[in-house]
Nanobody, 126 residues
Framework: QVQLVESGGGSVQAGGSLRLSCVASTDTYDKYHMAWFRQTPGKEREGVATIGGGGGGAYYADSVKGRFTISRDNLKNTAYLQMNDLKPEDTAMYYC???????????????????WGRGTQVTVSS
């Protein structure tokens, strides 16, 4: 089992920035693909960004390309999501997810991930 704990959410005005963090409890952190998803009430969980175990292979949803950056520090067992130029439509609960093996084509599919955090709320006001 891998436990994931997110932090860094909050309330900001449009155009602002936030950095989310996700700490994982595992001795083999660099073996896991990490991802960030977000969800609003009544909607499916949406893949935002993913990164490979070694730090390469970053992919992003079209809606966040150029504004969000995913990264990881394998010495700290931590993944990050730097969010710049935030928009009201970015308001959501943000979740961290992890999986050992998955096809790259499924990176944005929630069911492809085995472990999830409890989420951190991001609210962007206009």
């Amino acid at each position: 089992q891998v436990q994931l704990v997110e932090s860094g959410g909050g309330s900001v005005q449009a155009g602002g920035s936030l950095r989310l963090s996700c700490v994982a409890s595992t001795d083999t952190y660099d073996k896991y693909h990490m991802a960030w998803f977000r969800q609003t009430p009544g909607k499916e969980r949406e893949g935002v960004a993913t990164i490979g175990g070694g730090g390469g292979g970053a992919y992003y949803a079209d809606s966040v390309k150029g504004r969000f950056t995913i990264s990881r520090d394998n010495l700290k067992n931590t993944a990050y999501l730097q969010m710049n130029d935030l928009k009201p439509e970015d308001t959501a609960m943000y979740y961290c997810a992890a999986v050992r093996y998955r096809a790259w084509s499924t990176w944005a599919t929630a069911t492809a991930y085995d472990f999830w955090g409890r989420g951190t709320q991001v609210t962007v006001s206009s």
